[in-house]
Structure formats: C-alpha cells, structure tokens
T-cell receptor, first 116, second 114 residues
Framework: AQKVTQAQTEISVVEKEDVTLDCVYETRDTTYYLFWYKQPPSGELVFLIRRNSFDEQNEISGRYSWNFQKSTSSFNFTITASQVVDSAVYFCALSGYLGGSEKLVFGKGMKLTVNP | EAQVTQNPRYLITVTGKKLTVTCSQNMNHEYMSWYRQDPGLGLRQIYYSMNVEVTDKGDVPEGYKVSRKEKRNFPLILESPSPNQTSLYFC?????????????FGPGTRLLVL
C-alpha cells in the first residue's frame, strides 16, 4: 500500500529563517509521482510541484526548493528566507501507476508558522 | 482566467436527501478529481477522472458517485448523504504539458449533513 509520512506536524520559525519540511513515502510502484501542496489560512489549496520517480534532480523555484532522494524515499521541501506569507499547512502526496491507477495519497500535513 | 468553480460553496442538508456538488473547469484539462478534508484525517481522494467517461475510485469512494460526460464538468453525487460525509470538499483539475504539470483547485464546498 502507498503511504506518505510527514513526521513534523507543526513548525514555528522566525522570518528569514530557512525551514525544511520532511516527506517520506512508501510505494511498490516503480513509476510514481510526488507532490507538494500549500493550504494558507484562507483555506484554498495551491499546487506547488509534481516530480516523477525517474527524475531525481533537485528543483528550485525562487525561495522554494525540493530534494528528491530515492535511496531514502524522501521528497523534502525547503523554504529559504521564510516570510510570513509562507505560513500555511503543507501537504506532501504520492500517486503511483499500479495497474494504471493514478490514485493519490496524502500525508497528514505540516503546519508552518512564520513569525515576524 | 484559469478557474475551477464549485457549487454550492456551503450546504446544510439532512440525512438521506440526495445532493450534487458541481465542479467545472475552463482549461480543457483531462484530469479532474475530488477530495475531502477532515480534521485529523487530512486530505483524501474520493474519485478521479482521467478523461471523459473515464473515472476511478480514490481512497474513500464509499457513499459517492461521479460522472464525466463532458470534459469541463465533474459533479460529485451523494445519493443518500450521512453525517459522516460532513466535510470540506475540493475539486481539482490538472494537465501535463511538456512534462510540466499544472493543477488548479476549486474554492471548496463545506457540507454539513444533519
């Protein structure tokens, strides 16, 4: 069965600190996708990234970066120089291709509070 | 403007009274899906659709039905709602172009079943 673990449930940092959100996954699929989503206090869901299992290159988008390591089954998300607007709940998710299905499984989410 | 719309945004109903939550996207996306979000349980996928007339169960499909007769619409049907379906529901659409995915979510529908 597929599983996503976000061990940290809540993190609080001060603005300008770097923060890394951990995500560990389990799957038996050889082809799978990993995702990160953001849910700010206003409640909407925002897609941040999708990474496929064949692409282990790290990705950077502005202050956001993602580190995918197949060897440790992790897909960690780092926010550099955090800002108050980064305060949100962040979800990691996994979908596999077992039998052609694209069923998506989420981690429980991690609440990040960035204090001024 | 790229948009996923959901209606209604808020709904209070009673057990057993059939209801439909509509979802519509204007981006010609192939993939659409429904999620529910509950305190302590996080986000869970209910159903998804990879294209017109192609739907499949997610993690928690029991008590729900969907249909995908047109690319833009993906309604979620609760034939006989029960209190354990009280939740916040999100619809999403996405497409993969040139190896890059774009995903958009609707604003959410808050459902209370009495």
């Amino acid at each position: 069965a597929q599983k996503v673990t976000q061990a940290q449930t809540e993190i609080s940092v001060v603005e300008k600190e770097d923060v890394t959100l951990d995500c560990v996954y389990e799957t038996r699929d050889t082809t799978y996708y990993l995702f990160w989503y953001k849910q700010p206090p206003s409640g909407e869901l925002v897609f941040l990234i999708r990474r496929n299992s064949f692409d282990e290159q790290n990705e950077i988008s502005g202050r956001y970066s993602w580190n995918f390591q197949k060897s440790t089954s992790s897909f960690n998300f780092t926010i550099t120089a955090s800002q108050v607007v980064d305060s949100a709940v962040y979800f990691c998710a996994l979908s596999g291709y077992l039998g052609g299905s694209e069923k998506l499984v989420f981690g429980k989410g991690m609440k990040l509070t960035v204090n001024p | 403007e790229a948009q996923v719309t959901q209606n209604p945004r808020y709904l209070i109903t009673v057990t057993g009274k059939k209801l439909t939550v509509t979802c519509s996207q204007n981006m010609n996306h192939e993939y659409m899906s429904w999620y529910r979000q509950d305190p302590g349980l996080g986000l869970r996928q209910i159903y998804y659709s990879m294209n017109v007339e192609v739907t499949d169960k997610g993690d928690v499909p029991e008590g729900y039905k969907v249909s995908r007769k047109e690319k833009r619409n993906f309604p979620l049907i609760l034939e006989s709602p029960s209190p354990n379906q009280t939740s916040l529901y999100f619809c999403a659409s996405s497409s993969l172009t040139g190896g890059k995915e774009t995903q958009y979510f609707g604003p959410g529908t808050r459902l209370l079943v009495l």
